[in-house]
């Protein structure tokens, strides 16, 4: 599923849903998603080291009308 990143308005592809909490990021040597509940300050690191793709921002998804959106949330 893609959805677009409420922060960057990016997109972002989801290949699987747990808690649906997600931070915007994929390391850039893996293509692996970030852990979706890494520290403010781990993923602002792997930002400014230019170890991702994507923002870094945490998000969630929410179910709308049998679809998914993703809106902000805090970091957790």
């Known amino acids: 599923m893609i959805v677009t990143c409420p922060h960057c308005f990016n997109s972002v592809e989801i290949l699987e849903i747990n808690c649906a909490i997600f931070r915007h990021a994929i390391y850039k040597n893996t ?17 400014k080291t230019e170890q991702v ?24």
């Open 31 to 47: 293509f692996n998603q970030i852990d979706p509940h890494l520290s403010k300050e781990r993923c602002d690191y792997l930002i």
């Open 53 to 76: 793709y994507g923002c870094g921002k945490p998000f969630k998804l929410i179910k709308e009308n049998e679809t998914f959106k993703a809106i902000k949330c805090e970091y957790i």
